[in-house]
């Protein structure tokens, strides 16, 4: 069973920074791609960003510029990196990775709070 742990959430002015961690453990296999959803209330939760484990990256066309996703293969830490907030990136975050077996198995950490103050 793979476990993911999130941490650096929390509550930041517009313009403000913050930088979200999520490390997985207990896979036996591989992990392909890693990335970062959010769900805002009333909302559908959505892409923020991802990142394959050869490094190529992808953003949702609002958090480009201000947001930055990378990763350890080793340590199997993800973390974005989110600059210039503003308030409508206030949402819950959640960190998701990919195995890399046969169903492409996809795991989801609990959730961060990011609140962002006008």
């Known amino acids: 069973q793979v476990q993911l742990v999130e941490s650096g959430g929390g509550l930041v002015q517009a313009g403000g920074s913050l930088r979200l961690s999520c490390a997985a453990s207990g896979s036996i296999f591989p992990i392909n791609a890693m990335g970062w959803y959010r769900q805002a209330p009333g909302k559908q939760r959505e892409l923020v960003a991802d990142?394959?484990?050869?490094?190529?990256?992808n953003y949702a066309d609002s958090v480009k510029g201000r947001f930055t996703i990378s990763r350890d293969n080793a340590k199997n830490t993800v973390l974005l990196q989110m600059n210039a907030l503003k308030p409508e990136d206030t949402a819950v975050y959640y960190c998701?990775?990919?195995?890399?077996?046969?169903?492409?198995?996809?795991?989801w950490g609990q959730g961060t709070q990011v609140t962002v103050s006008s």
């Open positions: 990142i394959t484990r050869g490094g190529n990256t």
């Open positions: 998701a990775v990919d195995l890399q077996n046969l169903a492409r198995t996809r795991y």
